[in-house]
């Protein structure tokens, strides 16, 4: 069974009873997901880049345990209150993306809490072992052709902010959650961390058994933790590509 298709079975039995109630059901019982907000991994800059060769590495797979999505209102948005339910584990690094459950609540809103979990007990087929204890984990080569692998969880809450109120429900425009794994690895150095059995490994938390490398590794580990709330952003998606309409995102966190 393909990853997609466990986060898709396991998304929809969060999202009913997450939901409930609260959003019309299809026919078979299962709420609906309606392709309004979509979740994919982007890369913003040239060092670092998805799937095409980077001139400092290429990132391969994009694995993110996405929990909820906490939606709230504040000047000038209304008082008001929302959620998507949780997604689960994914690997946002193909070219397609994810769409995530509809909304429980429509209406505009200017605040995002995004739920980054770093504990699953259970795993897709094909997700890397990290995951039990880590929400992200990027794996690629270098540009002098090393595989790497970094397993992080976020150092601060992610909490995105729009400086306008952005529509949801039934008939809002199409919006994508983008990871940008550029702004992720912007500061790592591969050059200076030293591989371990042939591969550079950048955990965050410690994993039983295994060798994280020198400190260097653990500081890169650290700094993609503290810009993984920097790279999440909600971007417009009217085409519903899966990737930004635009530079400019509806919604960021504080820089």
Excluded at 7 to 34: I, Q, W
Excluded at 128 to 157: K, Q
Aim: charged share 20%; with cysteine; glycine share 10%.
């Amino acid at each position: 069974m393909s990853a997609r298709i466990t986060r898709l079975r396991n998304a929809l039995g969060l999202a009913v009873v997450a939901l409930g109630s609260a959003c019309a059901g299809t026919e078979t019982g299962n709420p609906p997901f309606s392709g309004e907000v979509s979740a994919n991994a982007i890369a913003t800059g040239s060092a670092v880049t998805l799937r095409s060769e980077g001139t400092v590495a290429t990132v391969q797979e994009v694995w993110v345990n996405l929990g909820q999505l906490e939606l709230g209102g504040a000047d000038p948005c209304a008082d008001a209150t929302g959620r998507i339910a949780p997604l689960g584990i994914d690997d946002h690094g193909g070219p397609e993306a994810a769409p995530l459950p509809a909304i429980d609540n429509g209406g505009g809103y200017c605040r995002f809490r995004v739920d980054l979990p770093d504990q699953a007990f259970e795993l897709p087929a094909g997700a890397p072992a990290a995951l039990s204890n880590h929400a992200v984990v990027l794996s690629g080569v270098t540009a002098s052709g090393i595989p790497f692998e970094a397993a992080v969880s976020p150092a601060t809450e992610v909490r995105l902010s729009a400086q306008a109120p952005v529509a949801f429900g039934a008939d809002a425009p199409r919006k994508v959650l983008a990871f940008d794994v550029s702004t992720w690895l912007e500061n790592v150095d591969f050059d200076a961390l030293e591989p371990v059995a042939g591969r550079i490994r950048l955990h965050s938390a410690s994993d039983e058994g295994t060798d994280a490398g020198t400190a260097e590794n653990e500081a890169a580990a650290r700094s993609i933790a503290e810009r993984l709330a920097r790279g999440i952003a909600l971007y417009p998606d009217e085409d519903g590509d899966g990737r930004p309409d635009s530079d400019i995102p509806l919604a960021e966190a504080a820089r």
